[in-house]
């Protein structure tokens, strides 16, 4: 995740997505029965950097990496969220500083209200 997060400062967030992508491969791959518990919140905690990653393609990227960075960014919420619905609590509502404005996505602002308990 360091390198990672060193990615992302520096706004090369596709390669900051890549080395997430790896992670989540070598967690699954790795995966025990006796850790899964531990090993899917890992993933869902990486899911949410990477869906937070694509939000930035989408928001400051090239107009044609913006289709495939919301698309990648909402199924990447939502699969976080389905593995550990506790990740809603890092979103700031209603602005968040890489997903953008929720109250002006009405898709985002739908999977939020769908976790927010």
């Given at each position: 995740?360091?390198?990672a997060n060193m990615n992302y400062e520096r706004k090369d967030f596709?390669?900051?997505?890549?080395?997430?992508?790896?992670?989540?491969?070598?967690?699954?791959?790795?995966m025990e029965p006796e850790t899964e518990a531990i090993s899917k919140?890992?993933?869902?905690?990486?899911?949410f950097n990477r869906a937070h990653y694509s939000a930035r393609i989408y928001h400051e990227g090239a107009a044609e990496l913006k289709a495939k960075a919301r698309a990648d960014m909402l199924r990447d919420l939502r699969e976080s969220l389905e593995l550990s619905?506790?990740?809603?609590?890092d979103i700031d509502y209603p602005s968040d500083e890489d997903l953008g404005d929720l109250t002006k996505d009405r898709e985002l602002a739908e999977l939020y209200?769908?976790?927010?308990k």
């Open positions: 995740m360091v390198m596709q390669e900051a997505i890549n080395i997430v992508t790896v992670c989540i491969a070598e967690i699954k791959n790795r919140k890992d993933i869902a905690d990486l899911l619905p506790e990740n809603i609590a209200k769908q976790f927010k």
